[in-house]
């Protein structure tokens, strides 16, 4: 089964690139075009980016880019599907600072999903990993909870 999920992934990230309409030229880094071109205005695009987020390699190698592709995912989720407008993108602590979207969702995502985060209260120990202190575990919990609250379980 996970061979067929796999094809699907392949065949339609392919077929997703193939129309972006991405002129060839000689020297350029295609990964970077292709993510550059990324914008969101449905699901499928939307896929494009959470299935490029499998691949660590290509998320180290593109960190930065992939966070404000990211919370321009959030964003449009948010603002646009869900014409939800009162949260900024993206979100910050209680002490202001801005919290990474993107390595929040990897690494809640790793830890098992929001359920699991939550039930096992390892909120505290994320909010170190994002580099934050213990105590803004519980604010990062409310902060996931309300974009997983619409039916995304991360």
């Known amino acids: 089964m996970c061979g067929i999920d796999d094809e699907f992934k392949s065949d ?7 129309s972006l309409n991405v002129s060839e030229k000689e020297g350029e880094d295609w990964d970077l075009m292709i993510l550059n071109s990324l914008e ?7 896929k494009a980016l959470m299935n490029i987020l499998d691949d660590r390699e290509y998320v180290f190698k593109y960190k930065v880019i992939l966070q404000k592709k990211f919370e321009d995912l959030v964003r449009w ?24 979207l993107l390595s929040l969702y990897i690494l809640v995502a790793n ?8 039930t096992e209260n390892t909120w505290p120990i994320i909010a170190k990993d994002l580099g934050l202190g213990y105590e ?13 609250s619409k039916g995304n379980d991360q």
């Open 12 to 18: 339609y990230l392919n077929s997703y690139f193939e």
């Open 40 to 46: 969101f205005h449905n699901f499928d695009d939307c």
């Open 77 to 100: 989720f948010l603002y646009d599907y869900m014409g939800i407008t009162s949260r900024p993108i993206p979100p910050f602590t209680t002490n202001q600072k801005k919290i990474d």
């Open 111 to 118: 830890d098992g999903g929001y359920r699991e985060v939550t």
């Open 136 to 148: 803004e575990g519980d604010h990062i919990r409310i902060v996931s909870k309300q974009g997983a």
